[in-house]
């Protein structure tokens, strides 16, 4: 699977503000790697109900359908997972 980090980081926005930071899209990096780290150390819930996220494209089907293979599957049956255009630490944590 591929997608864009900037479609990657709306979502994971989308996510963060479900788990109470909302303000995840205006942080610097070193405050978005600080918020991704205690959100997964805390084990936050990273797969709400689809109606409780907003984003706008409806492109949040696509990591739901990726949870889906994984908990029906196996991380096997979906193992990769590419960010292109990248920026920084924070884009590669948020999948995990």
Not at 59 to 79: E, K, M, N, V
């Amino acid at each position: 699977m591929r997608q864009h980090s900037g479609v990657h980081e709306q979502v994971v926005s989308e996510l963060m503000a479900v788990a109470g930071v909302n303000d995840y899209m205006q942080q610097d990096e070193t405050a978005r790697r600080k918020a991704l780290l205690a959100a997964m150390q805390q084990g936050k819930n990273w797969r709400p109900s689809r109606a409780i996220l907003r984003y706008r494209t409806g492109r949040t089907a696509h990591y739901a359908g990726c949870c889906d293979i994984h908990l029906s599957f196996g991380r096997s049956a979906l193992p990769n997972y590419i960010i292109s255009m990248t920026k920084g630490v924070s884009d590669m944590l948020k999948w995990r």
